[in-house]
């Protein structure tokens, strides 16, 4: 089996297979969770995290769990054995299941659970040491950020105004305050110190982010403000950068056309880099195949 690997309710086949039913309230109403996780030489990173907050989710939706951890990592890496391709990406999804459409869901209705890998270019050392431009655009999502879900058209619309602007990414602006990226954690570099906003309601509680703090805290002896940043602040920062499981930590050098720092990686966020490549590696090599 080759090219891109799918998963479906308990067996393999691919993703040319159509297999979601018209009424499926994933499709109807958006009604499902999703999850991504990086893989490397077909061994997963961080695979744990990504299935607690998985299940943090899905309790949140009140969608029953259709793994426990033991049986989810058997189901990913039973995926990745069968996968061609030696690094990428493993796409999750568990919806409420398919039922008569009705915005009311029926009790005790089966969820549909899907996974596929498929390859994945990953930023190599020149990007992450060029780093990429930014914009700023209103936060018009719901107010539950924290919840991964597929209702993803308010973050879609502001990655398309970053491609029209030629950049990377869009930071999201409420009532004045820094959230975080459309697809990304957000970090901001000052006298020394980093801040991020603070797990709550209005940001998604990113793997990538969390243990980039914990690098940061317990190996980088940096001092981490969790505190929500100000949009005034953006423009007055020795450094900034971004974190998701695609893209690592990337720098970020430009924000709404205004250079930041001195337009390069900065020797904070390059060590955070440097951690957190090591952090990859071992989870890898601790993970197996």
Excluded at 58 to 67: A, D
Excluded at 78 to 86: H, N, Q, S
Excluded at 117 to 143: L, Q
């Amino acid at each position: 089996m080759t090219g891109d690997v799918l998963w479906f309710n308990g067996r393999f086949t691919t993703t040319d297979e159509r297999l979601i039913g018209v009424e499926d309230r994933g499709f109807q109403f958006g009604d499902a969770i999703y999850e991504v996780f990086k893989f490397l030489r077909h061994r997963p990173i961080f695979l744990r995290e990504h299935f607690h907050r998985l299940e943090t989710g899905l309790r949140e939706l009140e969608i029953p769990n259709p793994w426990d951890e033991r049986s989810f990592v058997d189901v990913m890496r039973a995926l990745l054995d069968k996968t061609e391709t030696a690094d990428g990406i493993v796409y999750i999804q568990v919806t409420r299941g398919e039922a008569r459409r009705a915005h009311f869901w029926p009790e005790g209705i089966e969820p549909t659970a899907l996974a596929y890998s498929r390859a994945f270019v990953f930023p190599d050392a020149a990007k992450k040491e060029r780093g990429i431009k930014i914009i700023t655009t209103p936060d018009i999502r719901w107010h539950h950020c924290d919840v991964k879900s597929v209702n993803l058209l308010a973050n879609a619309f502001a990655k398309k105004k970053a491609q029209r602007a030629g950049v990377d990414e869009a930071i999201l602006l409420n009532d004045g305050l820094v959230r975080e990226g459309a697809s990304s954690s957000f970090f901001a570099v000052r006298s020394g110190r980093i801040i991020t906003h603070p797990l709550d309601e209005n940001i998604l509680p990113g793997v990538v982010r969390d243990r980039v703090i914990e690098l940061a805290l317990r190996e980088a002896k940096i001092r981490v403000d969790e505190r929500p940043l100000r949009e005034q602040e953006l423009f007055d920062l020795d450094e900034a950068f971004i974190t998701s499981t695609t893209q690592g930590v990337m720098p970020v050098t430009e924000i709404d056309g205004r250079i930041i720092g001195n337009s390069r990686c900065g020797e904070i966020t390059s060590a955070l880099q440097r951690l957190f490549d090591a952090d990859e590696l071992a989870s890898a090599n601790s993970s197996g195949r």
